[in-house]
């Protein structure tokens, strides 16, 4: 029994690895760079809005691109943004962070365009 803990408390610690920050990073950008595929950032209707379905390849002329549940994508997609804009400054990336930033002000104009459209619903 004493060897077993022993082994549990000295070896086990040193074998165990769990992700790194490299990983991390590597696994968010990649994520964040699939993002990209379902946002179009603008100031026009539809822009800066996030997809929920998108088929490149649907055999039409245009791709299929779907909307759904808009709002909550939105708050998350916020949320990164947000969170980004926080890291990229905190490590001295002022260029990304900028660019960041003004995706971040083209999101909340299109939950303001959102949130203008539904007052006008009858």
Do not use: H
């Not at 490149?56 to 916020?78: A, E, V």
């Amino acid at each position: 029994m004493k060897r077993l803990f022993l082994f549990f408390i000295v070896v086990l610690p040193y074998t165990i690895k769990a992700q790194t920050v490299v990983f991390d990073q590597y696994q968010y950008w990649y994520y964040r760079d699939r993002l990209q595929y379902f946002v179009y950032p603008g100031t026009e209707k539809g822009n800066s809005l996030i997809a929920t379905l998108r088929n490149p390849t649907s055999g039409r002329p245009y791709k299929t691109i779907k909307y759904g549940q808009t709002f909550k994508s939105m708050g998350y997609y916020l949320g990164v943004l947000a969170t980004e804009y926080k890291l990229l400054k905190d490590n001295g990336q002022i260029a990304d962070a900028n660019a960041t930033l003004s995706e971040l002000n083209l999101a909340l104009d299109a939950l303001i365009r959102m949130d203008k459209c539904e007052d006008d619903i009858p």
